[in-house]
């Protein structure tokens, strides 16, 4: 019997992790593959072309477009700076000559005879890559970037929001099961990749800002007090892109969860040392989750053996991913081989599922995910 399988939450102490680095556009890869690389060493650059402004000299001047190049102060390729003279009117025996100005500092991109317009161009934006990880070059993309290699403690989360950010580790609680609240965050936690417990508070979040920190990992969170950190609903499709900060790791679900107790003990082992994190999280097609990243130092590649993902199996500790028990944890206690009909209609496998105060449901099997130990 074929078995539906759901890439799951990775909890590991030792696994080998390997992130590629692209650039948005073509541009110079600037490491080779072997090269030891830091997570804040930069591994490519390029540059983005700048925003076009059109200037319609003719109009403003009052002449035919196919006239402009006599009146124009300025050639393609010509550099200006923002209200320089770009083309200037004769005027009346020399005088009451009428100007017209760049809008914008730039380049001359091109004067159209046809239109009798300007396009200029802003000066080109720099965009820098780094290698996220500490690690190896294990790959170069020609001209686009490379794949980062690294042995690590991978810890994924269930949710997040904010970007990719690097800080120490520190434990601001004594148990998963404890709550952050403002009290325990101060000037120590500045740079600090912070390690909570079952639940943080809009407030120890904001108090978390103030402060510097850049990263807080913790079991659940209330989706209120999300809201009134974000200042918005937040969706569940992508996120990332949120500039609040901080970058925030949910590992349990919402509400007050403690952290799994491999999960907290893992983070807190490695107290003072580095961590990358990233709290994007994508829950729909290409399944992105929130990370920490914790490179291991002298363990290389080949003393890490890597399990082959299998399907999934009686006993197997899962998270549901979709409501109505979106973060529960349970274990597979059947997996019937027929389709079944779900309320949509659809005939689809199924799995039932001994959830942890001993209720047992049954759902889709691709509403779950395994918890990879």
Do not use: W
């Amino acid at each position: 019997m074929a078995h539906a399988y759901t890439p799951g939450l990775k909890v590991t102490e030792k696994t080998i992790v390997r992130k590629e680095r692209k650039l948005p556009i073509k541009g110079e890869v600037l490491v080779k593959v072997g090269d030891e690389v830091d997570a804040d060493t930069i591994v490519a650059k390029t540059e983005l072309p700048g925003d076009v402004h059109t200037v319609n000299v003719a109009g403003k001047l009052g002449i035919m477009p196919d006239e402009i190049r006599q009146f124009m102060l300025k050639k393609e390729g010509d550099p200006v700076e923002k209200d320089e003279p770009i083309a200037e009117s004769k005027g009346f025996f020399g005088l009451f000559k009428t100007q017209i100005k760049s809008p914008v500092k730039g380049t001359v991109e091109s004067v159209s005879e046809v239109t009798g317009q300007v396009i200029l161009r802003e000066p080109p934006l720099p965009v820098q890559i780094d290698a996220y990880i500490k690690g190896k070059i294990a790959e170069v993309i020609e001209n686009e970037g490379v794949v980062v290699e690294t042995t690590a403690t991978f810890v994924q989360g269930i949710f997040g929001i904010g970007g990719e950010a690097k800080g120490e580790i520190k434990k601001i609680v004594d148990k998963p099961s404890d709550v952050v609240t403002p009290d325990i965050i101060d000037e120590s936690c500045r740079g600090k990749v912070l390690i909570g417990g079952s639940f943080v508070t809009a407030d120890a979040l904001n108090k978390a800002v103030s402060v510097g920190a850049k990263g807080l990992v913790v079991g659940g969170i209330d989706d209120k007090d999300l809201k009134d950190f974000l200042g918005y609903e937040i969706g569940v499709a992508i996120t990332g892109n949120e500039q609040k900060g901080i970058t925030l790791i949910i590992t349990e679900g919402f509400g007050r969860l403690n952290m799994s107790e491999k999960a907290f003990k893992l983070l807190t082992m490695h107290e003072g040392k580095r961590a990358s994190i990233n709290g994007a999280t994508q829950i729909r097609a290409g399944v992105m989750r929130p990370e920490v990243v914790i490179p291991l130092e002298g363990v290389r590649a080949e003393e890490v053996e890597e399990k082959e993902a299998k399907g999934l199996e009686v006993g197997d500790l899962v998270r549901i991913i979709r409501e109505p028990y979106f973060g529960f944890i349970g274990k597979v206690s059947a997996l019937p081989p027929e389709l079944q009909v779900i309320e949509t209609e659809s005939r689809v496998r199924v799995l039932e599922v001994t959830l942890e105060d001993g209720r047992k449901i049954v759902l889709p099997r691709a509403n779950v995910e395994i918890i990879e130990e």
